[in-house]
């Protein structure tokens, strides 16, 4: 079966614009997370999916970052008004339960705010 | 909360020496402990974990890791560097199915001819 899959792969957007980065986890999943990796640094937690509902978005920088899940699959990280500062890859994962089960990672989306 | 602290952001070897990443953890209950890689332009993927089974653990590629209560560690290991293994190399923890894993800031290791 097919991996996890992110897209775009890259996106070049203008200050002040509104972007959607998607996540395809793999079939089955019940457990998604988005984390943001900027260079030299590690993967740095955003937001964890279980099933339909945020188990956790504590990771979430402001109220300019959304991300949904509504069936339980796909999911869609939103962000308003980027900021220069929000430059980074974008990366999403999925396991088959949660915490303690091995994480599959996307190869990310990066995200240039210029 | 849980966190993790890997000293020493770069670790060059020569090839054929070994290999030690180190990584210590903060964790307000017993852990789960995971090693992830990072190969240039390619995505995470999972070296090993440690789940409350046996300490030490192998993973893949000769690389193997001891979960040290009394120190509060996990480092990483391989006996013997290849070239192939120049990567970054990422420390997590979670407390389990209910919550996030948080990771570590990486080391990247270089390996030498």
């Known amino acids: 079966g097919a991996g996890v899959s992110q897209t775009p792969s890259n996106k070049v957007t203008e200050k002040g614009k509104y972007v959607e980065l998607r996540c395809d986890p793999i079939s089955g999943h019940t457990a998604l997370y988005w984390y943001r990796q900027s260079l030299g640094q590690g993967p740095e937690f955003l937001i964890y999916f279980q099933g339909t509902g945020a188990a956790d978005d504590s990771g979430l920088p402001n109220d300019r970052f959304f991300a949904v899940r509504p069936e339980g699959s796909v999911s869609t990280l939103k962000i308003q008004r980027t900021e220069r500062g929000d430059s980074a890859v974008y990366l999403c994962?999925?396991?088959?339960?949660?915490?303690?089960?091995?994480?599959?990672f996307g190869n990310g989306t990066r995200l240039t705010v210029t | 909360a849980q966190s993790v602290t890997q000293l020493g952001s770069h670790v060059s070897v020569s090839e054929g020496a070994l290999v030690l990443l180190r990584c210590n953890y903060s964790?307000?209950?017993?852990?789960?402990l995971f090693w992830y890689v990072q190969y240039p332009n390619q995505g995470l993927q999972l070296l090993l974990k440690y789940t409350s089974a046996a300490t030490l653990v192998k993973g893949i590629n000769g690389f193997e890791a001891e979960f040290k209560k009394s120190e509060t560690s996990f480092h990483l290991t391989k006996p013997s560097a290849h070239m192939s293994d120049a990567a970054e190399y990422f420390c997590a923890v979670t407390r389990g199915d209910t919550d996030k894993l948080i990771f570590g800031t990486g080391t990247r290791l270089q390996v030498f001819p």
């Open positions: 994962a999925s396991s088959s339960t949660g915490g303690s089960s091995p994480l599959h």
């Open positions: 964790s307000s209950v017993p852990p789960y």
